[in-house]
């Protein structure tokens, strides 16, 4: 009787242990499935790629504020998706690529010229062909004698890839605040 309940209790033993063991097994190839998922999808991006994508984000971001300083539409403009919507601070509506020059003519109209004088990088996301990028700039309009105020402003731009070019698709602006909260 003893043995009897003794192999019963091997048996047992075995059967859970193989059930174990089955469930390791299925649970590793569940996991190599999701690693190997995440290393080819598309969507996966090397270290150096996102640190190449940055830089010619930023670099785009810096020629942006150039373009304006060298009164450059045609570029500037290159630098716009032709879907494009976004709401700069001075602008009442949301505006199209079709507007976005207008804060731009509406000062250099008035024998202005636009100085740059401080990029300050904030934060920038990419993922896959999409991009946001957060800054502070500070310019200034100046007139004849080079006088004009300092006007800091926060940007947000979302970009998107189209092949090795990058466009802004959206965007948004708005005053820095004398106090901005922390």
Not at 25 to 43: G, Q
Not at 121 to 136: M, R, S
Request: proline share 4%.
């Amino acid at each position: 009787m003893l043995y009897e309940k003794m192999v019963g209790l091997i048996a047992n033993i075995h059967l859970y242990l193989v059930r174990f063991m089955r469930l390791c097994v299925l649970l590793f190839c569940a996991c190599s499935l999701a690693i190997a998922e995440h290393t080819f999808s598309s969507e996966a991006t090397s270290p150096s790629q996102a640190s190449g994508d940055e830089q010619t984000l930023w670099g785009l971001e810096r020629a942006y504020w150039r373009y304006v300083e060298h009164n450059d539409l045609a570029a500037y403009s290159d630098l716009w998706h032709k879907d494009f919507l976004g709401w700069p601070s001075v602008s009442s509506a949301p505006v199209r690529k079709d507007h976005i020059t207008d804060w731009i003519t509406s000062q250099t109209a008035k024998g202005l010229a636009f100085k740059t004088v401080e990029f300050k990088p904030a934060a920038i996301q990419i993922t896959g062909d999409v991009a946001f990028a957060c800054y502070w700039v500070t310019f200034r309009w100046v007139d004849k004698e080079g006088s004009g105020a300092p006007h800091t402003f926060r940007i947000t731009h979302a970009w998107l890839r189209s092949g090795k070019d990058w466009r802004i698709i959206g965007g948004m602006s708005m005053p820095e605040s004398e106090n901005p909260a922390k």
